[in-house]
């Protein structure tokens, strides 16, 4: 029978190499395997078709009972029917061979029908099929922009030059994302073979994959793909025993969010400082080194031998009329089941957040997602039925980006989201155009005068004029939709502004500085807990006896809150 | 006047650098990949290391201190032995990551970026670690914790001080 340990980052972190060691104390042969994409549920270990989750050393002991057919506790761990038909209503096609094969084992993966769709493309068809294969599929860029994967890999197969290159963007920046990560971690080869088939296409023999430094496992499982793919034969020289060679060097990423800009790679990958140029050229004119490049993202590359192998059509069959396929999302935050799922375009925020993500957190409402990363917004609850379909939510404001869902729930201020994302921005932007160095700026400093309770009339006009300005000042993608996260929460939560620029509240009781803190008589027992922590000295009173706060002491930390043991404390 | 200081004896030892220098040195778009190396073997990245790869290379100092800032990987500074990345991703920002900052501040008693005093630590603010499904995290020394809460935090740090009086 065959025992798999999910050892994604996530499997790890949760506790999976100290399972699979005490599989292997048991006896038991574990492989492993990458993230199936149930994350809440980790650590899983698969035995045969049956699946235990949350899984500890002593549930590995039982698990190892249940192997030998001894007497055992395992069924305790086995994954409820309901998150189980959850798994299998998705649609896996990028995450095909995820948490289901041994990433570190090419054997697996090839019996699989992994490389059967390089094998096809370099033996039986012209590089121009392969291209109108892809055109058929109506595969778009899975970074987020959703630009037609044919409509780059013609440009770079009709660029003149003796010498192009193959570039896979692995540098997943959106905080709140790790589709890529986990598409690398779990079936590198997937990522392997599509790169293959783009260089066939466009007559490469060389290839990059420039992965995120903050993903060191990633790293590690590709460096072993490779060099698994290079002793069958199938990198390097004279693949398939045609004349096609390719190869492919990892680069790993010095940490710059703006790397994930196409030209800023470029940059980066030459040893430069990864600012963006201005396009044209494009990089399948000029890209690395000034050769034709072509550039795609990780899912992208992942869809591609899928599509190879069940046709266009069978691809285009799947979403809506200008989104066609499946889209992998990462779902955090105040999520019930949070992770990873693929699902076809066309189904709504609300089959994602509630479907396959169980609904909110501690059976709270749910308020917003914030889809797209920094570059995205914030989508309301209102709009859950929302299609997920590049047009559809290009409308709401928000974009559908490279699949970061980050659920809030009634907790979450949406002013100090909007901060929370300009603060990122403007640590990351390269500095190169005036209004994207010094306007994000600038909005910032509102955002937190507004966040500290110094919120002025006229600042959302100065918010939304700055953020029109940004917009047409900046020359990349960057810049242009840094703006997004204040405009869609202006445009929806417009309230909440108010309340803290008017009213001076915050009613998520986030914004530190625009709470009053106050103690319940009746339920304070005068155990003199949060006087000792209070760091001003702002709690009144005797031990034994209800306490009191006093307002012209208070510096709003909240500590007291944290430490009483009665809910006596009482935040507004 | 020019400047001498890499004329004296340098901060750390180049030799373990050679092989590096020969393989990334003249390479075409080499110079990131050889910085991460030498930050790999020294921990940091000292002003007289860099002047002394500029001078091997062929470029201008300037130049490398254009890449070193412009990343945030390399160090200028020298980092404790453990370094402690509190990530500070959007999942980790709605689920308490301030709250994390605060406590590990507070425990450690220095700010982003600095060292303790005992040479230990150096606890620096990530954007995303992309292991959002368990946020709030941290990662050290390779591991990744999850679900981390400002008591479990410190008490991460705890054993790892444990670990070091051994």
């Avoid at chain 1, 699989?112 to 109506?138: D, F, N, Q, W």
């Avoid at chain 1, 192009?164 to 963007?169: E, G, M």
């Avoid at chain 2, 959007?90 to 605060?102: F, K, R």
Wanted: glycine letters at 14%; a neutral charge; charged letters at 25%.
């Amino acid at each position: 029978m065959r025992v798999t340990v999910g050892k994604g980052s996530c499997g790890i972190a949760a506790g999976a190499g100290e399972v699979f060691e005490r599989l292997e104390r048991d006896g038991v042969k574990p492989a492993v395997t990458g993230c199936i994409g149930m994350c809440w549920l980790e650590p899983i270990v698969n035995v045969g078709d049956k699946t235990f989750v949350r899984v500890d050393a002593e549930a590995a002991g039982e698990i190892g009972k249940y192997i030998r057919g001894e007497e055992n506790g395992a069924e305790r761990y086995a994954i409820r029917q309901e998150d189980l038909d959850n798994l299998n209503a998705q649609v896996r096609v990028a995450l095909r061979n995820c948490g289901v094969i041994d990433p570190e084992n090419i054997g697996e993966y090839i019996a699989r029908e992994g490389y059967a769709a390089a094998e096809k493309c370099i033996t039986e068809l012209t590089p121009e099929r392969v291209i109108e294969e892809i055109k058929a599929s109506g595969l778009g860029g899975r970074g987020g922009a959703g630009f037609p994967t044919w409509f780059k890999w013609n440009a770079a197969r009709g660029s003149k030059g003796d010498k192009k290159y193959v570039i896979c963007n692995a540098d997943e920046g959106d905080p709140g994302a790790f589709m890529d990560r986990a598409v690398i971690e779990g079936d590198p080869h997937a990522v392997i073979e599509g790169m293959m088939i783009a260089a066939y296409a466009i007559g490469s023999d060389e290839g990059f994959v420039y992965v995120r430094a903050e993903y060191p496992l990633a790293i590690i499982r590709l460096d072993i793909a490779l060099r698994q793919a290079r002793e069958k034969g199938l990198l390097g020289k004279n693949i398939f025993g045609t004349g096609f060679c390719f190869d492919i060097r990892i680069k790993a990423g010095a940490g710059a969010f703006v790397c994930g800009e196409e030209t800023a790679l470029i940059a980066s990958l030459e040893g430069e400082r990864g600012m963006p140029r201005l396009k044209p050229p494009f990089p399948a004119q000029k890209g690395y080194l000034k050769k034709p490049s072509n550039i795609n993202n990780v899912e992208t590359y992942a869809n591609v031998p899928w599509i190879i192998r069940n046709g266009g059509a069978a691809f285009s069959a799947m979403g809506t009329e200008n989104s066609k396929g499946t889209k992998v999302f990462a779902l955090t935050g105040k999520i019930k089941n949070g992770g990873l799922c693929e699902v076809p375009m066309g189904r709504t925020i609300r089959d994602v957040v509630y479907g396959v993500g169980g609904g909110i957190k501690d059976g709270k409402a749910f308020k917003a997602v914030q889809m797209g990363g920094p570059s995205g917004g914030c989508i309301p609850a209102e709009l859950a039925d929302t299609m997920i379909d590049y047009r559809t939510l290009a409308a709401t404001g928000a974009i559908m980006g490279s699949g970061g869902m980050v659920v809030m729930d009634g907790s979450t201020c949406m002013v100090d989201m909007a901060r929370f994302f300009l603060d990122f921005t403007c640590k990351e932007s390269c500095g190169k155009c005036a209004h994207c160095r010094v306007g994000n700026r600038r909005m910032l400093e509102i955002l937190e005068r507004i966040c500290a309770g110094d919120g002025r009339e006229g600042d959302i006009e100065l918010l939304s004029g700055l953020a029109e300005q940004i917009k047409d000042g900046s020359l990349c993608a960057l810049g242009q939709t840094a703006p997004n996260p204040v405009l869609t929460t202006l445009r929806y939560f417009k309230n909440e502004y108010e309340d803290h620029i008017t009213h001076k509240k915050c009613t998520a009781r986030q914004c530190k500085p625009l709470l009053t803190y106050s103690i319940d008589g009746a339920k304070c027992t005068g155990c003199t807990l949060c006087a000792k922590k209070c760091p001003s000295g702002a709690i009144a009173g005797e031990v034994k006896k209800p306490h009191r706060v006093e307002r012209e002491k208070c510096v709003q930390c909240g500590k007291c809150a944290e430490v009483c043991r009665f809910g006596a404390v009482e935040v507004d | 006047m020019g400047c001498n200081c890499a004329e004296s004896a340098l901060s750390v030892d180049t030799a373990l650098l050679e092989p590096y220098l020969a393989e990334y040195g003249g390479a075409e778009g080499g110079l990131i990949s050889l910085l991460q190396k030498a930050q790999e073997l020294y921990g940091w990245l000292p002003a007289d290391l860099l002047i002394n790869i500029a001078r091997r290379i062929g470029v201008k100092p300037a130049k490398i201190m254009g890449v070193v800032t412009f990343y945030t990987q390399f160090r200028t500074k020298p980092a404790g032995k453990h370094l402690i990345l509190l990530c500070q991703g959007t999942a980790c920002h709605v689920n308490g990551s301030a709250g994390i900052e605060e406590a590990v501040r507070e425990y450690l008693g220095v700010d982003e970026g600095e060292m303790t005093e005992n040479g230990l630590f150096t606890y620096n603010n990530v954007a995303c670690l992309g292991c959002c499904s368990l946020s709030p995290v941290m990662m050290s020394g390779g591991k990744t914790y999850g679900g981390l809460t400002k008591d479990s935090a410190v008490r991460i740090l705890k054993e790892i001080e444990r670990g070091e009086a051994v």
